[in-house]
């Protein structure tokens, strides 16, 4: 039998051309120290250069400053790598490229949906991303591919360099005398200290002058993470996220200190003092008491389409009919941050802020809470909570336990006999939850958390009911279809509690989560007197509907105070009778008979409204920054004119921060500061 000669036995024996390419490449990387290092660190200035133009947020763009930053941070993220021997530190400054490279690709799709940057506490929520599906497609773009363009060469870079790269530097490496190894070390270390010291200098130097000047007290008052970005760029945000993070959660033993507890205690306690005095005082105090409670949260309603009309049908019917037969807020206001559904959620039901960062749901769950149905459950009230989604989503299966209702109808507990959407179809959402709530034994309080209208409003032709004229094939139009559909399923939820005989004696509770996340302004002229106002957009955005309908449709009208998602439990308990005397509540009652001084709403991002004044916080973080706005004209005011209010927003949100992150609800009761929740006021 013949063989073949051992020359041409194959690439092992023989290498080709391109495995010797990459070992001369390996070679010359190996007798360089930090070539390698230099092209990682241009990669990442390109990337980061490449992210910003991505995001494109509003006077923002990178200067010659921003970049100085960046080169800082990347040599602070990555000096280490230089102490490692050639292999180890390839290998680690591929993993660490593509590590960043995947942060700033998240960024960039949370960014479009949540208008912020992703933090820790969202990381860790990323098990909810699978859950996002069409949503996050719709987000996605070819050119932030850009911010991942070298994978398809570092990747099979580093499989050679872990499978081959040892056999192609061992001969070189054998040939190295002890006195050449000490050099090459001695080297590393050099390199290692110099990239540390320059790394250092760059970005810190630069902080440090900004937050000395324009952006003097940033990291104190940080109500908002681009702002964080805007100063320390990207990289340095981020490492101040986890910096954040750690301190937060691992090494604050006690992360309220014993005089900030003193100074929470007091300020809530001055709130419940002003709620207490409308107690003893006002007849709408218990007026309702004993009546059930049904409150639904529907995905993604706006204020600015109600009452409108397209292509010749009203967009709302059902919902401008119980308008004119509820109490309507029609300067209602949404307080949502990162978690979105979930902190309105939050702050409807427990009266306090969401965090500037994250869910609370996610973070705090463990913690206690004065919340709605904690409250109605101790009075004897069936407490249930429907969602025709997954219980695990956005921790629902924990927080709602804490909450004490007594069941969550998740996912698992419906018959998807009408899919839409994320999940089942608002219409059969309704129609299976009521089934339940009809057998319920009264009072009850329900809790309906609606799917259908949420992002990114995607309806069968079957659906589409609306002709959208100029907007069709928008996703402007997609968005008035899915509402259009959504107020058609109240309508039929409505007709369902009138049937049951429950619409005479329940109070029912409507409202929108959170703005829909559309900021094409173009989309916006048929619904705004001026789209360029950055007042009348903030508004705009921020505003959702909440109607109260009262079992003897009493107290009925418009009404035009300020208020906001915090309000809600306090008025709902000042209805029944239940004291809101403790201090475990930032609202207050909307429904009084009493003239009610001015109310201040405060955004989780630091901007406020009085309902004559409107406060938009500045990138910088400085008050004085901010713009001030007359809410009725639009017009620019001087930024004297917020000052004073706006300390008060910010201490609002210190207060709030301080008691979820600190539990302090709890300490308050230990300290015998908060009593049993009674029928009657203290």
């Known amino acids: 039998m013949n063989h073949l000669p051992a020359e041409s036995s194959g690439p092992i024996v023989n290498p080709s051309w391109f495995r010797r390419a990459l070992g001369l490449s390996l070679r010359i990387l190996d007798r360089s120290v930090a070539l390698d290092f230099i092209f990682f660190a241009a990669a990442m200035l390109l990337k980061l250069y ?7 947020v509003a006077y923002m763009d990178m200067t010659k400053t921003d970049a100085i930053i960046e080169t800082g941070a990347i040599l602070l993220a990555s000096f280490w790598t230089l102490l490692l021997p050639t292999r180890g530190r390839l290998i680690a400054l591929i993993a660490l490229n593509l590590i960043l490279s995947f942060i700033l690709y998240a960024d960039v799709i949370y960014y479009r949906y949540f208008q912020d940057l992703i933090t820790v506490p969202v990381l860790m929520q990323l098990g909810q991303v699978e859950s996002l599906g069409g949503s996050i497609h719709t987000l996605m773009k070819l050119e932030d591919f850009r911010l991942l363009w070298d994978a398809v060469i570092i990747i099979p870079y580093a ?4 499978w081959r790269g040892r056999a192609d530097l061992k001969a070189k490496a054998a040939s190295n005398t002890g006195t050449v190894r000490l050099r090459k070390i001695s080297i590393r270390i050099g390199c290692t200290i110099a990239a540390f010291m320059l790394g250092f200098s760059l970005f810190f130097t630069n902080l440090n002058h900004a937050t000395d000047t324009w952006a003097k007290g940033l990291f104190e008052k940080n109500w908002w993470n681009l702002s964080i970005y805007n100063v320390a760029g990207a990289l340095g945000f981020h490492g101040y996220d986890i910096y954040r993070y750690a301190k937060i959660n691992w090494l604050d033993v006690e992360p309220v200190s014993a005089e900030h507890r003193s100074d929470t205690q007091r300020f809530m306690e001055n709130r419940a003092a002003a709620r207490s005095e409308l107690e003893r005082t006002d ?7 004993g009546s059930n409670v049904l409150m639904v949260q529907v995905e993604s309603l706006q204020t600015f389409m109600l009452g409108q009309s397209i292509g010749g049908k009203e967009i ?9 037969e509820s109490a309507y807020f029609s300067t209602f206001y949404h307080q949502t941050a990162q978690g979105r559904t979930s902190d309105a959620d939050f702050a409807v039901n427990c009266s306090l ?15 206690e809470f004065g919340c709605l149905p904690t409250q109605l459950k101790s009075e004897g009230y069936s407490t249930n909570v429907f969602h ?24 698992k507990h419906y018959e998807l006999d009408e899919r839409l959407g994320w999940s089942l179809g608002d219409k059969s959402f309704y129609r299976q939850s009521m089934d339940v709530i009809a057998s319920l034994p009264q009072p009850f309080h329900s809790f309906l958390i609606s799917l259908t209208s949420h992002h990114p409003y995607k309806l069968p032709a079957a659906e589409k009911l609306l002709d959208t004229e100029e907007l069709t094939d928008t996703i402007m139009g997609d968005y008035l279809q899915v509402i259009h559909y959504a107020d058609a399923a109240l309508g039929e939820l409505i007709d369902r509690m009138k049937a049951e005989g429950l619409w005479d004696n329940t109070i029912f509770v409507l409202y929108g989560d959170h703005d829909n996340s559309i900021q094409n302004w173009d989309l916006y002229p048929r619904f705004m007197k001026d789209t360029t106002n950055a007042a009348e957009r903030e508004q705009v955005i921020k505003s959702v509907p909440m109607l109260i309908h009262l079992p003897d449709g009493a107290h009925a009208g418009t009404y035009n105070k300020a208020s906001g998602q915090l309000d809600m439990t306090p008025t709902i308990m000042y209805l029944l009778g239940l004291s809101t005397s403790e201090p475990k509540w930032l609202g207050a009652p909307l429904l009084t008979e009493q003239r009610e001084e001015t109310r201040l709403v405060t955004q989780r991002n630091g901007s406020w409204t009085d309902g004559h004044r409107y406060y938009i916080p500045s990138a910088d973080g400085l008050s004085a920054n901010g713009k001030c706005y007359a809410v009725d004209t639009g017009e620019l005011l001087a930024s004297d004119a917020c000052m004073p209010m706006t300390d008060w927003a910010d201490a609002e949100l210190t207060m709030s921060d301080r008691i979820v992150m600190g539990n302090l609800l709890r300490t308050f009761k230990n300290n015998g500061a908060v009593e049993a929740v009674g029928k009657t006021a203290s």
């Open 388 to 411: 025709p989604y997954q219980g695990g989503f956005w921790n629902r299966n924990v927080m709602y336990k804490n909450m004490k209702y007594d069941q969550f109808y998740s996912m």
């Open 50 to 56: 490449w992210f910003n133009k991505l995001l494109s």
């Open 159 to 162: 499989v050679y360099v872990l």
């Open 353 to 367: 802020q969401p965090m500037k960062s994250g869910s609370v749901f996610i973070q705090y769950a463990s913690h």
């Open 316 to 324: 709302t019917p059902v919902l401008n009919q119980l308008l004119k």
């Open 283 to 289: 007849a709408l105090f218990g007026a309702y008491e």
